[in-house]
């Protein structure tokens, strides 16, 4: 079966809440089944509506400090604003599962291996195959995200506001009262373009979900092809073992990443050398690329320098042109990097066309595959591991 054949397989809404996703990780395991290949799966525990119920806890959060503010009660205002940011950062940047906890379901890592005698290293690649529909795509929520710590400080101040003016009575004139609801107004609105950004897609029609061909399809089918090209002994592992994962739960905040690293990296024991090549948004138009760093919102980590130097070489023999540079991403690569692990993510620009953003939308559909760049996604690949064998 063609690269071409199984993405069009693959390339169907497949979010985490639904049987779909099952059913797209049963068409992984059969593929790799039908060529021979042994394969294990990691079951986690997957909470799918995890930004969902983050973003209408935030949501119900700001309905009550508004209703404080209106009712000039500071002590709840100030505990309803600093609640806000404390759960956010504990869901989003800490993975601590508060509210996402109330759903709960089983999500599953497939992973296939290669092991060669007297390995000096283990490489690891992969790619996540769950998809992801919102109601903003990744550049419309970047610009409401930005405004986050603004209004979170906006919060406070008028918290501050209303400690004074219990102490101070020049403080509560009447248009300064009126103010004060004004902001508190304008800030609950913007907790409920949070709460869309977030959870918003459960208000949209079938019609309205992403395939999600680019947004991972691509990068599974990747990964698949190199496991057959492995298999049939197209690629000379030399003295590297090859482990190909492909995780669940991306899409709701790493999820199945997490699982894999803390199940393996979790403890402190002796490890041989390991790192990762994550794969993200390949096989659309424009250059290859690799991200500088990965992180969700406060903080991020860099990419391993050694693995881009390794890629940018392959690249540069397979295609002619190196590696260029995105700044930032938010994947599976990032609780490596947390980790220890070297890890980089790499995919492809998105330009000409619409570069980062129409993700998580209809326009993540197969017009936007450039069957080009799969192949020589997969190519580069192959010459990343084999190059290995000089050194």
């Known amino acids: 079966m063609e690269p071409r054949d199984i993405l069009t397989r693959l390339a169907v809404p497949r979010p985490n809440h639904s049987p779909a996703v099952d ?14 290949l042994v394969h294990t799966q990691q079951v986690f525990p997957l909470h799918p509506h995890k930004m969902f119920l983050t973003g209408l806890a935030v949501l119900l959060l700001a309905a009550g400090f508004f209703v404080a503010v209106l009712a000039t009660r500071p002590a709840l205002s100030l505990a309803a604003a600093l609640s806000i940011p404390i759960l956010l950062i504990l869901e989003v940047e ?8 109330l759903v709960t379901r089983t999500g599953e890592n497939i992973i296939a291996s290669f092991t060669v005698p007297e390995a000096a290293r283990e490489l690891l690649f992969s790619a996540h195959y769950d998809s992801k529909t919102d109601f903003f795509d990744h550049v419309q929520r970047a610009r409401i995200y930005r405004f986050i710590p603004a209004v979170l400080g906006l919060g406070l101040f008028i918290c501050l506001w209303l400690f004074l003016a219990a102490q101070y009575q020049g403080l509560a004139a009447e248009w300064l009262v009126a103010l ?5 107004a304008a800030t609950l609105v913007f907790w ?3 709460f869309l950004a977030f959870g918003g897609y459960v208000f949209l029609p079938a019609a309205r ?3 999600g061909a680019v947004d991972n399809a691509t990068a599974v089918v990747s990964l698949l ?3 057959r090209d492995i298999k049939e002994n197209k690629v000379r592992l030399g003295r590297s ?12 905040g790493p999820q199945g990443a997490r699982c894999y690293v803390r199940q393996r990296f979790g403890r402190d024991e002796p490890r041989g050398p390991v790192s990762l090549v994550n794969l993200e948004l390949a096989a659309q138009n424009g250059a290859m690329i690799h991200w500088r760093r990965s992180g969700v919102f406060i903080k991020y980590r860099p990419a391993d320098p050694g693995l881009i130097q390794r890629l940018n070489q392959a690249c540069l023999e397979i295609t002619g042109a190196g590696l260029e540079t995105e700044d930032k991403i938010t994947d599976d690569s990032l609780h490596f990097l947390a980790a220890g692990v070297p890890a980089v993510t790499i995919g492809h620009a998105g330009r000409p066309g619409l570069g980062p953003a129409g993700f998580h939308s209809v326009r993540d559909n197969l017009d936007r595959v450039n069957l080009d760049n799969l192949r020589a996604m997969i190519a580069v690949l192959e010459r990343y591991i084999e190059d290995y064998n000089r050194s």
């Not at 800490?94 to 906890?101: C, G, T, W």
């Not at 004060?180 to 508190?184: E, H, K, T, V």
């Open 180 to 184: 004060a609801r004004i902001l508190a």
């Open 241 to 252: 073992n090859v482990t190909l994962i492909f995780f669940g739960g991306e899409e709701v």
């Open 192 to 194: 409920g373009l949070i």
């Open 209 to 211: 979900q992403s395939p």
């Open 225 to 227: 092809a190199l496991a």
């Open 23 to 36: 059913r797209t990780a049963a068409y992984i395991k059969e593929l790799l089944s039908s060529w021979g």
């Open 94 to 101: 800490l993975f601590v599962p508060l509210v996402s906890r």
